[in-house]
């Protein structure tokens, strides 16, 4: 008669430590590939987002849309605080750029917030807000007053829809509407050549900005002291994104 023999228990703790090792090995990787894929996907939505853009000023005489998304004439309608899935999707359908991007899952990042259908925005500079000091000869109208297409921001993963477009300071040094962080601590461009970008962020104050409560910020954050950020080179890269240089001479770096 054969008799079976049984793991010990001794065995047993080193099969489970060694998966257990393993797993440690794989996971973050495994993480990493994931988030990539969610960026890949993202930087289609703002190519085919920022491809509507484009065909929509073909169709009207080179006429940027609105960026405001509080106007009639917007690229999408903002439904309200507290909208329904439904509501977000009918501001989706009642936007201008509704028959060129008719699929709501290209507005929305897949790292975004939930219940939010509706992540991305364009910036002020894209027929957007015209009040920010310094910038009004810097306002695009029409397609043909854009010179390095591809440099110029047109759309941003802002994270969530707001009534307005995406605002940032040209003559300071300093945020005002929060930038994201998805994909490994970076955020993802539509440009106005129709190619998009993803850009990770370098500084520390970044993320700090990022990171900070919606609620916080858009109270209390952006009128304080740390949204100021001298010498931030993500800041510089973004500002000139989007107006195209600076209006002030950068700080060194604390």
């Known amino acids: ?11 047993l703790l080193v099969v ?27 930087l289609n939505n703002l190519r ?9 000023a073909d169709d009207n005489n ?25 509501q977000q999707i009918t501001g989706i359908q009642n936007g201008l750029l509704h028959r060129y991007c008719p699929e709501p899952k290209l507005y929305k990042c897949a790292t975004g917030i939930r219940g939010e259908f509706v992540t991305y925005a364009i910036t002020d500079a894209m027929n957007g807000y015209a009040g920010i000091p310094g910038t009004k000869d810097l306002m695009v109208y029409r397609r043909m007053q854009i010179t390095r297409a591809d440099e110029r921001i047109v759309f941003l993963d802002e994270g969530r829809l707001s009534p307005n477009s995406w605002t940032l300071w040209y003559d300071q040094e300093r945020w005002w509407d929060q930038i994201t962080a998805r994909h ?11 190619h998009g970008e993803y850009w990770k962020w370098k500084d520390p104050r970044t993320l700090d900005v990022a990171k900070a409560d919606y609620t916080y910020w858009q109270n209390t954050g952006r009128n304080g002291a740390e949204s100021f950020s001298y010498g931030n080179e993500d800041l510089h890269r973004v500002q000139r994104g989007v107006w195209t240089k600076l209006g002030y001479a950068p700080a060194a770096r604390p």
């Open 1 to 11: 008669m054969s008799h079976r023999k049984a793991f010990t228990l001794i065995e």
């Open 16 to 42: 489970i430590a060694v998966i257990a090792i393993l797993m440690a090995i794989l996971m973050p990787a495994l993480s990493r590939a994931r988030e990539q894929g969610k960026r890949t996907a993202c």
């Open 48 to 56: 085919q987002l920022t491809t509507g853009w484009i065909m929509y």
């Open 62 to 86: 080179d006429k940027v849309v609105a960026a405001n998304t509080g106007l009639a004439t917007a690229w999408v309608r903002w439904p309200g605080n507290n909208a329904t899935q439904q």
């Open 184 to 194: 490994g601590d970076g955020t993802t461009f539509g440009f106005a050549d129709g």
